[in-house]
């Protein structure tokens, strides 16, 4: 033994009993900041301040006092105790965690100089004797062998524990509802037969099926083949298939989907939308011109379509069975939305341009799925699609600000964008085979060549905004809110006459055999022959107020007034 | 002892006690007006990247001079004191984030999300430990990994397991390398940091659930060490594939083993082999079939493995938020639930039709399938590799590292009396 050995061994008792003492001192550190946290611990989570009997109890005596501005000074000030006591825990905590890693970080480094020096050299006699034969490792190959079924016993047991009552294999495919009998999309011919969606087929406002009466009056009964009242209120026109009329209306406490018989006016039935998941809670604030049931359903022969101001999208069978239906978010806009729906195909086409972003969505008609979205960048808009014919192909067209857009049906893609709109835009375009228009006050009527893409005129003056222009037989039409009504040639843009009506309009012009309808916001109807010069044919009332578009089917118009539909015919 | 037991009881009552401080404060406003104005929230800013860099920098450094002290120093206080730096350093200074253990997640990520750009200092941190396993074993585990190191101060008292059970139990940490590349490779998440169990004590912050694990871990890893590193960490396994084939490896002795025994219980972590008996207590032939039916059985398990993987795909697949959310959203839908959630919720207000989240939680459940049969296949090799590597029996003539095993503590180098002749050597020759 060397003399350091010596020294070593003669001082080394005293290290390690220091070394005990410093950790037995730092476990009661630990153990008296442990305790007093977990008591912290308890006391905080039992006692839930904002549950504090004496805050409670001067909250109801609040109520009871009728604010009592004594009593809510007091409410305020045990308020404000509780939420001190609540902090002052929390930082307990905190500082008591501190203290604790420090406890523990002492108590284990004492720990480990105790272990350093009582470490012996170790007692190799105590070890097993040495075998002279290798033993196969039987065991742990088993051993890896069962950690291995393990591991699938496992995986068997989390699928077969997987959750009742869920879809576990294609999900989606569970999902599809019951597949309606096929039937296929209409043709073009059956779509310029009936009334699909606003403003006609395709959104053209021109009626296919002949001339309508050009004078009635519901005062008298004259040409009112019947009146229908409608439950619920909503500036949505009439859409027509067959001999069904749908409407929708809106108020607080529903939303419904009306079926008239498009024959007697007798209210088949009505579907109240129901179920739709997350349908905001609450009705959204709308303005009152535009309500909660502005834009119109679509039909096409198989459903009928609507959406409201909720966002609520869905599609209803022709018994007024719901087929489909979701909440497609609600459109951030400061009036409500009110872009109508339109159908292609086997698509439904909806225009969804709110605060948040501006949207095109596709969804499958039978199934409600999406087919393809387009995100665009528009500001807001309560325009409604139509559909035209560009290089030979379908087209939607829409319009909004700062972009009059068309896109292909089928995939979504951008055929046409031309950068001429402004204002808050509520006009819908036309399309008169050749050339779109579109239209909005404050802003500019242009026309545009969808095979350029380009501006071929535009005008300033007499603008609308509510009522969508009109193009036929060469013709523009605009009708303002202030009642001018004004004629353009289409294709050179000259303004060839103007004239001004008593009332405004709302709805938009709509062209029957070789007239014009113009219905203004008094319920009476303009009607004036297709011409480059102005030529009143008569005006006819319904005696209510009217701000929607008519339907002019086989001879009849369909209109809808503040509280009635009408049907007006021979 | 008696200090050991105070050990235990305050490592448990540390984790409850410590849970509550942890848990973020939240307090509602007050429903009246006060004249207060609340402040707006902000978050902190992120590291600016040359901090990043000066990181990685350290971890160079502190894994270079690890490599020193183990391979040419030999010397365990050094390596002891630079992994309790360590700890400080990238466990309590840095929160333990990013680690490279966790970096593993970023690199599968950037593979297999074109759209996810792994920074390069994360990608540092996820190889320098990889390529100095490569050369000098997994010193990183020794010195520098902050996970290794909090378990290190505690092993007051390693028991040491029998070596049947420490082979299975090491085949634990492939099935998380499997599942983790799974959940990662199919954007499900980062599950190895979502459930590290210490990471809580770095940042004084996390939930009752994980600091509990964590306390747990630190209370069982007093008498088995490192129990995280050696039967669950992922990152474990690469690193034991690095020093399978390292260059340059700590050894027991400096030079020559004498088979004194004195080093046979030293490693807490079963990294010592013995030598063997030239005498094999079975014939030949029976090992030489066994080899032969496992060959034949490896493409079984390989299969089994595999359609194990693609059926578990389904259910695991619920990890991931869009199915989850499909199927919540589809049980509000079918009225099995009247209750929602923050997801279901949030995807009612994006206004998306719920058939589209139904289509990608049924792409979502594809690529968990497709990769729920790789990870099975995987795991079947490594399972009928793991089972004919022991049947093979080689021969051993000294005490040896087991290189994968092998944390690089240099523990045993003490035990050795070679070591300490070494040592005592120029003061032997001066008397």
């Known amino acids: 033994m060397s003399p350091g050995d010596e020294q070593k061994n003669a001082w080394t008792p005293a290290a390690y009993g220091a070394a005990r003492a410093t950790a037995s001192g730092a476990a009661v550190f630990c153990m008296v900041v442990c305790a007093l946290m977990v008591i912290n611990h308890v006391r905080t989570t039992a006692a839930d301040p904002l549950d504090s009997p004496a805050l409670q109890r001067l909250i109801a005596q609040l109520a009871e006092s009728g604010d009592d501005p004594i009593v809510r000074e007091q409410v305020r000030a045990v308020d404000l105790l509780v939420r001190k006591a609540y902090f002052t825990s929390e930082r307990f905590q905190r500082v008591g965690a501190w203290l604790l890693g420090g406890g523990i970080a002492v108590m284990l480094a004492a720990l480990h100089v105790m272990r350093l020096i009582s470490r012996d050299v170790p007692d190799v006699m105590a070890l097993p004797a040495e075998q002279d034969t290798m033993q196969p490792p039987t065991l742990a190959r088993w051993l890896v062998a069962a950690v291995g079924l393990g591991v699938v016993t496992v995986a068997i047991v989390i699928v077969a524990r997987s959750p009742a009552g869920l879809p576990t294999d294609d999900l989606a495919a569970q999902l599809e509802r019951v597949p309606e009998t096929a039937v296929a999309a209409p043709s073009e011919a059956q779509v310029l037969d009936n009334w699909p969606s606003f403003r006609g087929p395709f959104g053209s406002a021109r009626s296919n099926t002949g001339t309508a009466p050009t004078a009635w009056d519901a005062s008298s009964g004259e040409k009112i083949l019947w009146r229908a009242s409608v439950p619920k209120p909503g500036f949505n026109s009439p859409v027509i298939w067959g001999d069904r009329v749908f409407l929708t209306g809106a108020d607080a406490a529903a939303e419904e989907i009306y079926c008239f018989d498009a024959d007697t006016g007798e209210l088949i039935w009505t579907h109240t939308v129901s179920h739709i998941p997350y349908s905001p809670a609450t009705t959204p604030a709308v303005s009152a011109d535009t309500g909660l049931a502005a834009p119109t359903a679509a039909v096409d022969g198989r459903r009928v379509y609507a959406i409201f101001a909720t966002g609520n999208l869905v599609a209803v069978d022709f018994a007024g069975n719901m087929v489909w239906g979701f909440n497609l978010g609600q459109p951030e806009n400061p009036y409500g939305h009110a872009s109508s729906l339109m159908t292609w195909e086997d698509l439904l086409l909806v225009q969804f341009d709110h605060d948040a972003g501006g949207n095109l969505y596709a969804f499958d008609s039978a199934t409600g799925r999406l087919a393809w979205h387009v995100s665009r960048d528009v500001f807001a808009s309560w325009a409604s699609p139509i559909l035209a014919q560009i290089d030979s192909g379908d087209s939607v067209v829409l319009s909004a600000s700062p972009f009059i857009e068309a896109y292909n049906p089928e995939d979504g893609s951008l055929v046409m964008s031309v950068d001429c709109m402004g204002g808050e835009v509520g006009p819908s375009p036309a399309f008169d085979g050749e050339l779109i228009f579109a239209a909005n006050a404050y802003a500019l009527v242009a026309s545009i060549d969808p095979a350029k893409g380009s501006v071929v005129w535009e005008s300033y003056d007499h603008l609308p905004d509510v009522s969508s222009p009109l193009a036929a037989d060469g013709l523009l039409w605009l009708a303002t809110s202030d009642g001018t009504v004004a004629c353009f040639d289409a294709s050179e843009g000259d303004l060839l006459w103007i004239h001004e009506f008593d009332r405004g309009f709302y709805s938009s012009p709509v062209s029957a055999g070789g007239n014009v309808y113009l219905t203004d916001r008094s319920g009476v109807t303009h009607i004036v022959r297709k011409g480059r010069e102005f030529d009143l044919v008569g005006s006819a009332s319904i005696g209510q107020a009217c701000v929607t578009t008519p339907a002019i089917v086989n001879g009849r118009v369909y209109l809808r007034g503040e509280t009635e539909l009408f049907c007006i015919g021979e | ?431």
């Open chain 2, 1 to 431: 002892m008696k200090g050991l037991l105070i050990a235990v009881v305050f490592l448990t009552l540390s984790g409850v006690a410590t849970a509550p401080a942890a848990g973020a404060g939240r307090y509602p406003e007050p429903d009246f007006e006060s004249g207060y104005v609340i402040p707006t929230a902000t978050t902190p800013a992120p590291n600016a990247p040359s901090w990043e860099y000066l990181h990685l920098v350290v971890l160079a450094a502190v894994l270079a001079v690890t490599a020193l002290l183990v391979l040419k120093v030999r010397y365990r206080a050094g390596v002891y004191i630079l992994m309790i730096v360590s700890l400080a350093y990238f466990g309590f200074w840095r929160q333990g984030c990013i680690c490279p253990v966790g970096s593993q997640q970023n690199v599968i990520l950037g593979i297999s999300d074109s759209s996810y750009t792994v920074p390069i200092f994360v990608i540092g941190f996820f190889f320098l430990p990889l390529v100095t396993a490569v050369f000098f074993g997994r010193v990183f585990c020794g010195a520098v990994c902050p996970l290794g190191a909090v378990q290190d101060v505690v092993a007051l008292r390693p028991v040491r397991i029998p070596e049947w059970l420490e082979h299975a139990l090491r085949m634990v940490p492939y099935v998380i390398l499997s599942l983790m590349v799974l959940f990662v490779a199919t954007g499900a998440g980062f599950i190895v940091c979502r459930y590290d169990p210490f990471i809580a004590f770095f940042r004084l912050s996390g939930s009752a659930f994980m600091v509990t694990v964590g306390a747990v871990f630190l209370i069982a890893g007093i008498f088995v060490a490192r129990p995280y590193c050696r039967f669950l960490c992922p990152y474990a396994v690469l690193l034991s594939w690095g020093s399978r084939l390292s260059w340059l490896h700590a050894t027991i002795t400096p030079d020559e083993c004498v088979k004194c025994r004195l080093c046979e219980n030293a490693c807490p972590f079963g990294a010592i082999q013995k030598p063997t008996p030239e005498r094999i207590a079975e014939p030949r032939e029976r090992g030489v079939k066994r080899l032969a039916l496992l060959s034949l059985l490896l493409p079984l398990i390989v299969a089994a493995g595999m359609v194990a993987g693609w059926y578990a795909g389904t259910p695991l697949s619920r990890a991931h938020k869009t199915v989850y959310t499909a199927e919540q959203v589809y049980m509000e839908e079918a009225g099995l639930t009247d209750q929602t959630t923050l997801e279901s919720e949030a995807f009612a207000a994006a206004g998306r039709p719920a058939a589209d989240l139904y289509e990608d939680a049924e792409q979502v459940r594809g690529r968990f399938r497709r990769g729920g049969a790789l990870a099975g296949a995987f795991l079947g090799v490594v399972f009928g590799m793991k089972m004919l590597s022991l049947s093979i029996y080689r021969q051993r003539d000294d005490y040896e590292i087991n290189k994968a095993w092998c944390l690089s503590c240099a523990r045993c180098f003490n035990y050795c009396p070679r070591e300490q002749a070494r040592r005592s050597g120029p003061r032997e020759q001066d008397e």
